[in-house]
């Protein structure tokens, strides 16, 4: 039964790795007080620590309590206290399903809000859960993740914590000398540190590993040094871990009523300082110490003040230990009623929490008992299913020495492969300084052309707005001309029509005027036919107006030699954007024979109906 005192022994080692040295007494006063939304949740989360190994029930409520404070408030460093302490009691009480998805909760909340140095913690009870799994690959993933994270921060303390629970785990699976090794080093740490406390813990746990080795002589005299640096800084709490510790070397070295000594001792200080866990854990030792002497009537006295206090701290794991020493006590007493009930007990709860050393003592138990009252069948089926676990457990350490030998080759591929990637950076680094002066160079040169091309580009801006503007002095000339010419086209056009008109009234009145009036009108007559200048004006004004207007009239003859001097005349005017109205009143005739003068152009240009005449001329 070596094993169960040691089980237990870490099984509580595990639990008040998350107590503080401080009391309660100075935390539940301060919630009657006017407290800010997110002081009390560090005081809830703090008491929820405080609490655990008191009053399971109690500590929970606080820890829900921080969980939904810090929820509701958005308050992310209480939320990731409370997830990561609601992980290690559930995981504490066996129901490691819910302490996984808390774990991983805090862990998904320190990497979105970026507190990775608080994550080395959470990656540390997350490693916790699975090497109790025996997922020994996962443990040390996690364990190695988190002391990574510390030592990039300089976190000694925190490195040292995770030394020690990692060396913890390392010893649960008998990897001695590689748990010494972590022991040490989180020693060294807190020795420079000068943290006290720590050092005594940890030189308790180097003892631990001297025992489960079987060397008591060294596990007393490292037990001896935890035992006076904690009485040198008063530290009650672990000299009565301490006292326990000694209590179960001398149970190993068969010295029963000294270990008892000690139990009590242990269980002195734990009652004082009310620390239930504890109590429940001196009673069962006290208890099962009595067993092993034959004293059973003792034993019965204290089996059941570990099971009401295992009871009543929601602390289940304790219950398998304390009902297999009871099943054992009445086997012993050869009374195989209450011994199989309690047997049966004990089989039940290591079962549920996954408790394999406990499976094989009560498997072991159950088919001695059976066995020996000549119920072969029970006997056998219990055998079998003995022998089953213990096939798992060499299966789980076989694996793990395994994948302890992957792990040294993996180290040592990584060593150089750091070596490796060393040189790498070191060539990549002067490549890179190379490419910087290259880059430089590249960047100079463009930066000289930018600025040449700037230069050049404001210069060939400069030209075209000379030019530009120059353009538009020789259009502004042009249109001059064009609106000179156009003036003087429309003068000429009227001074034709009026002399034109005049001519035909002149000739109309010869016929009825007297003959001396009749003489005057002749000859004035005469003087207008020989003052008529109109076709060579007409013939200048068609010379200037092509040139204005890109030969225009030619282009006009070349579509249509049939139009007459008056249809050009007509187009010109159009050209120019008069209205039919416009030119009724400029040439004397009605609206009505410019119409049809228009219907004439459109017939031999061939211009269909729905084609303006107007907007075609232009486009010639």
């Given amino acids: 039964m070596k094993k169960t005192l040691v089980f237990v022994t870490l099984l509580m080692c595990f639990i008040l790795t998350k107590s503080a040295d401080s009391e309660t007494d100075s935390l539940l006063p301060l919630l009657d007080m006017p407290l800010s939304e997110k002081e009390r949740v560090r005081v809830y989360n703090d008491l929820s620590e405080k609490l655990f190994h008191q009053n399971t029930d109690t500590a929970f409520y606080f820890a829900h309590n921080a969980y939904r404070l810090a929820s509701e408030l958005i308050y992310i460093d209480g939320l990731i206290t409370a997830a990561d302490n609601l992980s290690f009691f559930n995981f504490s009480l066996g129901n490691y399903d819910t302490a996984l998805a808390f774990s991983d909760e805090a862990i998904s909340l320190c990497k979105k809000h970026g507190k990775e140095k608080r994550s080395a913690y959470?990656?540390?009870?997350?490693?916790?859960?699975?090497g109790y799994l025996h997922q020994n690959d996962s443990a040390a993933y996690y364990y190695h993740l988190a002391s990574d994270i510390a030592y990039k921060f300089?976190?000694?303390?925190t490195l040292s914590v995770i030394y020690n629970n990692y060396a913890n785990h390392l010893n649960s699976i008998a990897r001695y000398e590689k748990a010494l090794d972590y022991y040490l080093r989180s020693l060294k740490i807190m020795r420079e540190g000068n943290k006290r406390r720590s050092e005594a813990v940890i030189i308790a746990n180097i003892a631990g590993i001297y025992m489960q080795q079987s060397n008591f002589d060294l596990a007393l005299e490292q037990f001896k040094k935890a035992l006076d640096i904690n009485k040198e800084l008063e530290n009650y709490i672990e000299i009565a871990s301490n006292y326990n510790s000694f209590g179960l070397v001398y149970n190993e070295l068969k010295k029963y009523e000294k270990a008892i000594e000690f139990f009590r001792k242990a269980?002195?200080?734990?009652?004082?300082?009310?620390?239930?866990?504890?109590?429940?854990?001196n009673y069962y030792n006290i208890a099962y110490n009595y067993s092993l002497m034959h004293e059973y009537d003792s034993a019965r006295v204290y089996y059941p003040l570990s099971i009401a206090l295992c009871q009543e701290i929601g602390m289940e794991p304790g219950l398998a230990f304390n009902y297999l020493g009871l099943g054992m006590l009445y086997s012993a007493q050869n009374n195989v009623s209450k011994a199989a009930h309690y047997l049966e007990e004990a089989l039940a709860f290591s079962l549920k929490y996954d408790m394999k050393e406990q499976q094989l003592n009560s498997y072991d138990e159950l088919y001695k008992l059976h066995k020996a009252n000549n119920n072969h069948l029970e006997a056998l089926k219990h055998f079998e299913l003995y022998y089953a676990v213990k096939n798992d457990l060499f299966t789980l350490e076989k694996e793990s020495i395994i994948a302890e030998l992957q792990t040294q080759y993996e180290t040592e591929i990584k060593k150089n492969k750091i070596i490796e990637l060393q040189q790498r950076e070191r060539i990549n680094r002067l490549r890179q300084q190379i490419g910087i002066l290259l880059i430089s160079l590249i960047l100079l040169g463009f930066v000289f052309l930018f600025l040449y091309y700037r230069k050049t580009r404001i210069i060939h801006r400069q030209q075209l707005v000379i030019k530009t503007q120059e353009l538009e002095k020789t259009r502004q000339a042009l249109e001059s001309n064009k609106q000179e010419l156009t003036g003087k086209a429309l003068s000429l056009v009227k001074s034709d029509e009026i002399i034109q008109q005049l001519k035909k009234d002149i000739a109309?009145?010869?016929?009825s005027a007297e003959e001396s009036v009749a003489g005057e009108l002749y000859g004035f007559l005469q003087r207008l036919h020989t003052s008529d200048r109109s076709r060579e004006l007409w013939q200048e004004f068609e010379t200037r107006f092509n040139e204005l207007n890109d030969g225009f009239i030619n282009k006009l003859l070349e579509k249509s030699s049939k139009l007459s001097p008056a249809e050009i005349r007509l187009c010109a005017l159009l050209r120019l954007q008069l209205s039919t109205k416009e030119i009724a009143e400029i040439s004397n005739r009605s609206a009505r024979t410019i119409e049809y003068t228009r219907s004439n152009i459109r017939k031999k240009l061939g211009i269909s109906p729905?084609?303006?005449?107007?907007?075609?001329?232009l486009s010639i």
């Fill in 508 to 511: 109309d009145l010869l016929p």
């Fill in 154 to 157: 300089g976190d000694k303390e």
């Fill in 267 to 281: 269980l002195e200080i734990n009652k004082t300082l009310n620390i239930k866990a504890k109590q429940a854990m």
């Fill in 122 to 130: 959470c990656y540390t009870t997350k490693a916790n859960i699975f």
């Fill in 610 to 617: 729905d084609v303006s005449l107007t907007s075609y001329l």
